[in-house]
């Protein structure tokens, strides 16, 4: 758990932080959003006392960070940034290693958790073990940086713009990864982007930050639903703010009991969002889809008045997926 009580920090005269609280629970995935120079990295930071706070008290576990040796307290967190900051002259599995090794593994053990991140981060050891960072593409020197973070299990994770330099499809694929990771692994996360579709499709807690203050902060749908703040509203896309929310909701939580009706034609997975079944029923020239479980067995219907409905801020409900 990680709860930042009325933090601030002064460079000179610049207050990058100013007064923000915030409380992640423990295996939650919080995302800090907003424009640039608005305080995220410098909240991201003051976590793992790269950056010390000028005021207000920072709790990890129950005890202040500034109670924590620096150096030890880093090396519980795992951290990664946009440009992996992965070592040149090393290869790929001595940078994975790197903290292991630091605490003094034995040398199987690190072998051990260096293959065992390396194949849960889709980097066959035979190809990729004794490569050189230069050697690998972007995508595949982040996947790096992730497992290095990883590597000494740590219960915090920080990430500063991780995907931030990939192309967009490879930014998908990794945003995927993360996300089928955390359901594993359940980390506390703290997240920062510019990118507020990643941010959305990532988060249980999200942060949208101006000049230093947090303007709102909530579940993604809970934003979606009622930003209180034209710029919030802006960041969340708006007239796009309906099919984001859709996109975050469930056909299972939303779908009716099978009609006495012929079943429809079109087959919508219960796991999809309302936004695909829109989608479905666009291509599909229809406005009712037969939902099926994971055996292809129809369970249930979705029909467009009900996304309609559940589009409407009062009907909504909040995401517990
Ligand atoms: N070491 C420093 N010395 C002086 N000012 C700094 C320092 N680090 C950050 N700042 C200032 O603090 C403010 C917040 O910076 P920060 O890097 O936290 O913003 P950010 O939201 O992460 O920005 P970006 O999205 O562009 O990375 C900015 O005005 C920045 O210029």
Redesign the pocket.
């Known amino acids: 758990m990680i709860e930042l009580s009325h933090v601030s920090?002064r460079?000179?005269d610049?207050?990058?932080?100013d007064d923000i609280s915030l409380h992640i629970e423990k295996g939650k995935f919080c995302a800090?959003v907003?424009?640039?120079?608005?305080?995220?990295?410098?909240?991201?930071?003051m976590i793992n006392r790269l950056?010390e706070h000028s005021d207000g008290e920072i709790i990890l576990d129950g005890h202040p960070v500034a109670a924590y040796d620096p150096v030890k307290l880093r090396r519980r967190i795992g951290y990664v940034i946009q440009h992996t900051g992965l070592f040149p002259h090393w290869t790929v599995a001595r940078n994975i290693g790197l903290v292991p090794r630091l605490l003094k593994w034995s040398s199987a053990d690190v072998q051990a958790k260096v293959e065992e991140l390396m194949s849960l981060l889709g980097l066959p050891v035979g190809e990729f073990a004794h490569k050189y960072p230069h050697q690998l593409s972007g995508g595949q020197a982040q996947r790096v940086g992730v497992a290095r973070a990883l590597a000494a299990d740590p219960d915090i994770l920080l990430m500063?713009?991780p995907f931030g330099a990939l192309d967009p499809i490879t930014r998908e694929k990794l945003q995927d990864e993360l996300a089928r990771l955390q359901s594993q692994m359940h980390k506390t996360v703290v997240f920062?982007t510019?990118d507020m579709d990643e941010a959305l499709r990532l988060a249980d807690h999200l942060v949208v930050?101006r000049d230093?203050y947090i303007v709102q902060q909530g579940t993604p749908l809970s934003l979606l639903q009622h930003p209180n703040d034209p710029f919030v509203e802006s960041l969340l896309g708006g007239l796009e703010r309906g099919l984001k929310q859709a996109a975050l909701t469930r056909v299972k939580d939303h779908m009716s009991p099978m009609g006495p009706t012929l079943p429809a034609q079109s087959r919508i997975p219960a796991a999809f969002s309302l936004l695909q079944g829109l989608s479905m029923m666009l291509r599909d020239h229809t406005d009712r889809l037969t939902v099926v479980d994971q055996h292809d067995v129809p369970v249930g219907e979705l029909t467009l008045r009900k996304i309609v409905k559940e589009a409407q801020p009062e009907q909504g409900k909040v995401r517990e997926s």
Do not use: P, Q
């Not at 610049?14 to 932080?17: D, F, K």
């Open positions: 920090k460079f000179g610049v207050a990058a932080v800090l907003g424009t640039s120079g608005c305080g995220k990295s410098t909240t991201l930071r950056i500063d713009e920062v510019h930050m230093g």
